[in-house]
């Protein structure tokens, strides 16, 4: 199903032009407009779901495989060094457009991608209390 107003639906649909670089019938892969590098691109389903939660566990695990065959792909194309896989899910996770979709960003050596974090420490208690809660 279609979000009316939703503009990857429609990228998807091919209602709005995109550099496609694949397309089958549950997928489009196409350049990112604002990458991040040379190369960034998206997967977006052809379906609307609004993030990773309301997925199809089949749909996930087909946009996994297809992010795989596409890096394979273009990491000789690009020449770049690496990648980085990114999928965001809610506005505090850094989700701005709600469709599914996930990044497919190259990294190159010395290149100014800020994806990362500062590194913590499990603690006992909050172990304990996620182990206890998942169990």
């Known amino acids: 199903m279609r979000e ?3 503009i990857f639906c429609k990228i998807a ?3 709005i032009p995109s550099a ?3 397309e089958d019938d549950d ?3 196409i350049l ?3 990458p991040a590098s040379k190369g960034h691109a998206l997967i977006l389903p052809k379906e609307h779901y609004r ?3 309301e997925l199809d566990d089949g749909l996930a ?3 996994l495989v297809l992010a795989k065959k596409m890096i394979v792909r273009l990491k000789d194309v690009l020449g770049c060094d690496g990648y980085n896989i990114v999928q965001n899910n809610e506005e505090a996770a850094g989700q701005t457009v709600f469709h599914f979709h996930m990044h497919m960003i190259p990294r190159y050596q010395g290149d100014k991608v800020g994806i990362g974090w500062h590194m913590g420490e499990l603690k006992e208690k909050d172990k304990e209390e996620i ?3 998942v169990k």
């Open 4 to 6: 009316e107003n939703c």
């Open 13 to 15: 649909a091919g209602e």
């Open 20 to 22: 496609t670089l694949y």
């Open 27 to 29: 997928f489009r892969v």
């Open 32 to 34: 990112d407009v604002s």
């Open 51 to 53: 993030n990773l939660y």
């Open 61 to 63: 695990s087909k946009a």
């Open 131 to 133: 182990l206890n809660s």
